[in-house]
């Protein structure tokens, strides 16, 4: 550049010279060299018109040809607009890049101005907050989201903690959402879907209040026995003897109840099992059978029962034992003097079932899915007189679930149930194939 500004130089004054010579020789010294001059100019206007024209159309168009000091001003304006160009480019790319990563995120993002306008928002906001983007552009978020909390929390400005809001977008579900400030006085929305953890959480406080609930009536009626017995000075045997006998009946409810939801909690909790047992589920049935007949005492069930004798499972046996009485017992229990209930061990095509069958009071349809809830029961005054818990089918259903089995329930109002629980071919053992036996053992 230095070098080309002296050639100029040199030029400009030889031209002067020149002009001057002529001048001197025609008697106008000044004429030839302002000429010169006005000459040397319009060049220079010429180039910087040719710089304007360039920098003004595509600049990623070659810069026109230039000697001397407007060939280095093109080539370094030409460097100086690839370098802008380049980091154009890198940005728009970073910035296509952080929008994908953000529209793939499966939480809501929306971008707000400082005025709380909507700038940018991804798919996912659409379907949690109902923000739509394009749609929303410029809206002010407060328009959209009109819950009250979510107001309150816009206004406070104390964004360390989330707010728990309904979705928008849909009232089933629960939305967790957190403002995150940053640069100047703007904001950025995170939200996502709460709705499970908000379901788990609604059901460990109804869990709490129905536990709650089952023991207040036994620990009321004990704590009322024991506060009248130690006022009495002279109590007459036969009347202690019945109170013994109410109290005991309490106690053995409480019992029931906090073995079955310590059975529940190990079920929820144990690892699965790391060596399986061979569960010989024909003796298993044989001695269930028998309880069965005790527990049905007077009241005559016909109770039988029908098993493949060399059909065995891969399991738990205690586990196994507890559901299958759970269900056995139900059928005892919902089923009038006089029924018929049948336990029923058979192999098929897809594994093998144990069903058991009764002729009693049946469900209607509307309960059928709920019945393995806890503490679900059609009738409860029926259920706790006759020693339920509520926990039977929810127990049933933790166990086969570590069985890879599952629960399949048939039953018609006034005709009867049947509860069968069906185990995969992987846990089945016949006598006729030991190659299972032994893959598995
Ligand atoms: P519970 O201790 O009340 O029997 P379960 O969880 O075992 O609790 O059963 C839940 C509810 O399902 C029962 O309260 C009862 O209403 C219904 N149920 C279960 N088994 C039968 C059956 N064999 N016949 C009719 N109803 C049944």
Redesign the pocket.
């Known amino acids: 550049m230095r070098q080309s500004l002296w050639r100029e130089v040199w030029i400009l004054a030889s031209l002067i010279l020149i002009g001057w010579s002529l001048g001197a020789l025609t008697g106008h010294p000044f004429l030839f060299p302002a000429i010169a001059l006005l000459f040397y100019i319009a060049l220079q206007l010429r180039q910087l018109y040719r710089l304007h024209q360039w920098l003004m159309s595509d600049k990623r168009a070659e810069p026109p040809d230039a000697a001397g000091p407007w060939g280095d001003v093109f080539n370094e304006v030409r460097k100086l607009v690839r370098a802008a160009d380049r980091r154009a480019g890198e940005l728009t790319d970073t910035l296509a890049r952080f929008q994908s990563a953000a529209a793939a995120m499966p939480d809501a993002v929306v971008i707000l101005t400082e005025e709380e306008e909507i700038e940018w928002a991804n798919p996912p906001a659409s379907i949690l907050l109902g923000i739509d983007y394009p749609r929303d552009l410029g809206m002010r978020v407060a328009n959209l989201l009109r819950d009250p909390d979510f107001a309150d929390y816009l206004k406070r400005g104390d964004y360390a903690d989330p707010v728990e809001i309904d979705s928008p977008a849909n009232p089933e579900s629960s939305v967790s959402l957190q403002i995150v400030p940053f640069g100047a006085q703007r904001k950025l929305v995170l939200a996502r879907d709460n709705t499970r953890l908000h379901r788990l959480e609604q059901m460990r406080r109804s869990f709490i209040a129905n536990v709650s609930h089952e023991l207040r009536t036994p620990v009321t009626v004990l704590s009322g026995y024991i506060e009248t017995m130690r006022d009495i000075e002279h109590i007459r045997p036969d009347d202690l003897k019945k109170h013994l006998a109410t109290m005991h009946e309490q106690a053995a409810r409480m019992q029931r109840l906090v073995d079955d939801l310590l059975m529940l909690s190990r079920l929820e909790t144990a690892a699965p099992r790391q060596k399986e047992e061979t569960v010989d589920v024909p003796a298993l049935l044989a001695g269930l059978k028998e309880q069965a007949e005790v527990l049905s005492g007077d009241a005559g069930h016909r109770i039988t029962l029908e098993v493949q004798p060399d059909l065995k499972l891969l399991g738990g046996r205690d586990e196994l034992h507890s559901a299958f009485m759970?269900?056995i017992?139900?059928?005892v229990?919902?089923?009038p003097r006089g029924g018929a209930i049948g336990l029923r061990w058979i192999s098929d095509a897809d594994g093998a079932r144990f069903s058991?069958s009764?002729t009693?009071?049946?469900?209607a349809p509307e309960?059928i899915p709920h019945?393995?809830e806890r503490f679900?029961?059609?009738?409860?005054a029926?259920?706790r007189a006759?020693g339920?818990?509520?926990?039977?089918?929810?127990i049933v259903k933790h166990v086969l679930l570590r069985h890879h089995a599952h629960l399949d329930i048939q039953?018609q109002l006034g005709r009867?149930?049947t509860?069968t629980c069906v185990f995969p071919a992987m846990r089945v053992l016949h006598a006729s194939n030991p190659r299972h036996q032994a893959g598995r053992g």
Do not use: E
């Open positions: 759970n269900l017992q139900n059928a229990r919902y089923t058991v009764d009693g009071d049946g469900i309960h019945l393995t679900y029961r059609v009738d409860t029926r259920s006759s339920g818990t509520g926990l039977g089918l929810s039953s009867g149930s509860f």
